[in-house]
């Protein structure tokens, strides 16, 4: 439970303090090289899911905020139960990192709108989430709860060359919680094997063990039996 904990905590307040310095100190679209060439911290609002992946208009953001929380209910029901059921660390770190993820996304869409002064909205005309100009305050509102943005600034900006058009490996802008919801993921599906395999290797040598104690307490049971019957007289 504390490994558990101490994972969500960790990435939700990387993942928040993150977020909010890139909001207050950022115009929409700027920004910073970090690696050139390489990475940088690019700002964007994400109505959507992770990557920038959304459902367009209110009510498909809505909608994608309720669904994020229902999700979020039954991944955090699934860990505490493998807690409980004493499964290996590694597994409940990765769980735990799938659960952070979700919550540092859901805080963004179900509170960034009402404390902050600024931010993308929909615009019906254009089918789409519009930009904003100057940086946001803390302060005001720009959209009810449940109906704010995520904020999105870790960018892979490295390009390649290929049939003399320019290419980038990896077009998306994401945060802290997208990576660690990809992480968890990707963790569990590599280690899938060292995760449940040797569970189910422990409780096989326990049944086999059971069945040898079985066997030899049967044996015992027959000789003890042989030895206490009753002779017959020799003819």
Known sequence: MKKALFTIIGVLLIDQI?????????????SVTVLKGWFDLQFVENP???FGWMIPGNGGKLALSIFRIIVVTGIAWYLWKIIKEKARTG????????????????????????????????????????????????GGQYAAPLMGNVVDMLHFNKTI??????????????????????????????????FFKEDDKEENDTQEDGGEKLEETTVTILHKDEESAPQQPAV
């Not at 919550?103 to 869409?109: E, F, M």
């Not at 019906?124 to 305050?137: C, P, Q, R, V, W």
């Not at 060359?161 to 077009?171: A, M, V």
């Open 18 to 30: 993150l977020k909010i310095w890139v909001k207050l100190n950022f115009n929409y679209g700027e």
């Open 91 to 138: 597994y409940i770190i990765c769980v735990s990192l799938i659960v952070a993820g979700a919550l540092g996304n859901i805080i963004d869409s179900a509170v960034y709108g009402v404390i902050f002064d600024r931010g993308s909205r929909y615009d019906e005309l254009l089918d789409d989430y519009t930009m904003y100009h100057g940086k946001a305050e803390i």
């Open 161 to 194: 060359t290929w049939n003399g058009k320019t290419i980038e490996l990896f077009p998306p802008v994401f945060n802290v919680a997208d990576s660690a919801i990809t992480v968890g993921i990707i963790l569990i599906l590599l280690f899938q094997k060292r």
């Open 48 to 50: 959507g899911m992770a």
